[in-house]
């Protein structure tokens, strides 16, 4: 069997939408013989280039046709691929907790991995290292409320979307709450204790 068809059989074992890297299959091949059978690949249409050494085989819609992972699906696979923690900053968890409309169009994620930056269509995903504390969130909303609040300031955060964000904490699981409000200042831990 050619290396082409061992890669592809390989590939098509996954479930559409499966973020893989070109790093997945050395050992088994030689890295300048992975680059150019996902070279031929992509120029067959098997399989889709999002960035450099990162492909998937998208999921494809009846309706709206190739459906590729989000530049948000690409660093939870690198986090996951590199074992590290990855949490969003700032204005991007200002955006995900629906406390602002502005999408940010570079994605910044704290972690616990190697800091670098990764090109995703017009996007950019950036790692930024983090000190231990800042990772140690218990709660996902709660560790996002603690990023999004600190790069709002308290000045910037109005009774509107206090009470937004006071209904999301609800949601939270009562324990990883009791245990982020520790890592919060105190007047995030204030709005945390009324969601509590």
Do not use: C
């Amino acid at each position: 069997m050619s290396i082409e068809k061992a890669i592809l059989n390989k590939l098509n074992r996954t479930k559409r939408g499966t973020i893989f890297f070109t790093q997945d299959f050395v050992g088994d091949y030689t890295q300048v013989t992975i680059r150019k059978v996902f070279q031929r690949l992509v120029e067959k249409g098997k399989i889709k280039r999002i960035a450099n050494g990162i492909y998937v085989r998208p999921v494809i819609s009846k309706l709206i046709g190739e459906i590729t992972p989000t530049a948000e699906d690409v660093a939870k696979a690198i986090a996951q691929r590199d074992k590290a923690t990855i949490i969003p900053s700032g204005a991007m968890a200002l955006n995900l907790l629906g406390l602002s409309t502005q999408v940010p169009l570079n994605i910044v994620y704290l972690t616990d991995g190697s800091p670098r930056s990764i090109k995703v269509g017009k996007r950019i995903i950036k790692f930024k290292k983090a000190a231990p504390k800042k990772l140690s969130s218990k709660g996902t909303l709660s560790g996002m409320a603690i990023l999004a609040l600190q790069s709002l300031g308290k000045a910037n955060l109005d009774d509107e979307r206090k009470q937004q964000l006071i209904g999301l904490l609800k949601k939270e699981k009562k324990s990883h709450l009791e245990h982020d409000i520790k890592l919060a200042p105190e007047w995030i831990a204030e709005i945390f204790k009324q969601a509590l």
